[in-house]
């Protein structure tokens, strides 16, 4: 067995050297049960900190000197180095504990023979997916989060995010729409879905749903990038999923959020449908809210307005809405039906981005 499962078993593979000197590094050597006599990372600018009392070095002879096991805790991306250092630890006979991030081990059942046949201890930090499949009676063969990581887009393109008050609200048609308006105008568009619909029409598109939740914001980063690169766009128009606030519909809310926080918009369009037949949004003031507390920077371009289910006037409805919008956050957004205004929808958007007038 090769899955780490308690603090317990550490104890008796002391003392460590711990290699990573980041995150998973440090809260290795804070384990209630784990003795740390050394600690390597590649990077010079590391070189001499101080983590759990133990100096920093770029050394590997120097880090293992005292060691009877070695913890590998790197991040995604560094899987050869991680491997690179496995086997030169069990080599030494050392035991090693490996982070599912960069070496998992059911991906390397070579390594596990190498310990074996050394007789030393080889044992992963899991994401303990069988204990998700025990308790809610099913969950992912192995862990899902493998896209590189991205903080931000790097593009400098202008961004728009299309969110919403809940789900089935507007946004894939907003975002479409919203293109459909500002290319009227004479403006280069960028799409980017973010699901299986809005995949089929957009410029780049894919389910986030299907992404672990750890992964949506860079996969969304890495797509604003990719179509200003092939696109060279004006703007760059990003669907949103879900919603930060809808009742009685918690689980998309980390969704939501991945995308927003992954494409860093300038300007913000925020759907809603009033008279939802089978959702439960709480409105748009609490979504802006809700978004301003996020990205407090960011310009709310418009309301998105889904007539499907009124009952009354879109105009009276509208009416009303911006009257309300204006008495709780002070801030006039024009509301649109975005089928009837697109045009008029991407005015909103190009004064909230401050391009208005610079169309091709």
């Known amino acids: 067995m090769t899955v780490l499962r308690s603090v317990d078993e550490l104890r008796e593979l ?6 990573g000197a980041g995150g998973g590094g440090e809260k290795f050597a804070s384990l209630p049960t784990v003795e740390v006599v050394g600690f ?13 009392g133990v100096e920093v070095t770029n050394d590997f002879e120097e ?7 070695v913890a590998i805790m790197l991040p995604k991306g560094a899987e050869h180095r991680a491997l690179e250092l496995a086997v030169e630890s069990i080599r030494r006979g050392l035991n090693v504990v490996t982070s599912f991030r960069s070496l998992p ?22 994401p303990r997916l069988d204990v998700v499949r025990e308790v809610a009676g099913d969950a992912p063969e192995r862990c899902t989060e493998c896209v590189p990581k991205k903080d931000a887009p790097e593009a400098d393109v202008p961004t728009v995010f299309v969110g919403g008050t809940s789900q089935e609200c507007g946004k894939r048609t907003t975002t479409l729409k919203l293109a459909e308006g500002l290319r009227s105008l004479g403006y280069e568009v960028a799409t980017v879905g973010t699901g299986e619909f809005a995949a089929l029409e957009a ?13 949506v914001a860079s996969a969304v980063a890495h797509a604003v990038d990719h179509v200003a690169e092939e696109r060279d766009p004006d703007v760059v128009v990003v669907e949103g999923q879900s ?7 918690p689980h ?21 449908r009033p008279n939802h037949p089978f959702r439960y949004p709480r409105g748009v003031v609490d979504e802006i809210r809700a978004i301003l507390s996020l990205v407090p920077d960011v310009k709310i371009a418009a ?13 009276d409805y509208a009416r009303r809405l911006r009257a309300r919008v204006w008495r709780a956050l002070g801030s006039r957004v024009p509301v649109r039906d975005p089928v009837r205004e697109s045009e008029e929808l991407a005015r909103d958007v190009l004064r909230a981005l401050g391009l208005e007038g610079r169309g091709t």
Do not use: Q
């Not at 809310?253 to 925020?270: H, K, S």
């Open 14 to 19: 002391n003392p460590f050297a711990v290699v």
């Open 40 to 52: 390597l990372d590649d990077d010079p600018g590391k070189a001499g900190m101080r983590i759990a």
């Open 63 to 69: 880090a293992v000197r005292d060691a009877r096991s």
């Open 105 to 126: 081990l059911d991906e390397y059942p070579a390594l596990v023979r190498l310990a074996r046949e050394r007789g030393v201890r080889i044992l992963e930090l899991s």
């Open 203 to 215: 410029d780049v598109g894919f389910r986030a749903g299907s992404l672990s939740v750890m992964d």
């Open 243 to 249: 919603s930060l606030t809808e009742r009685r519909n």
């Open 252 to 272: 998309p809310r980390p969704l939501y959020l991945g995308i927003l926080l992954g494409c860093r918009p300038d300007a913000v369009v925020v759907c809603h």
């Open 303 to 315: 309301v998105s307005l889904n007539p499907k289910n009124l009952e009354e006037p879109v105009e």
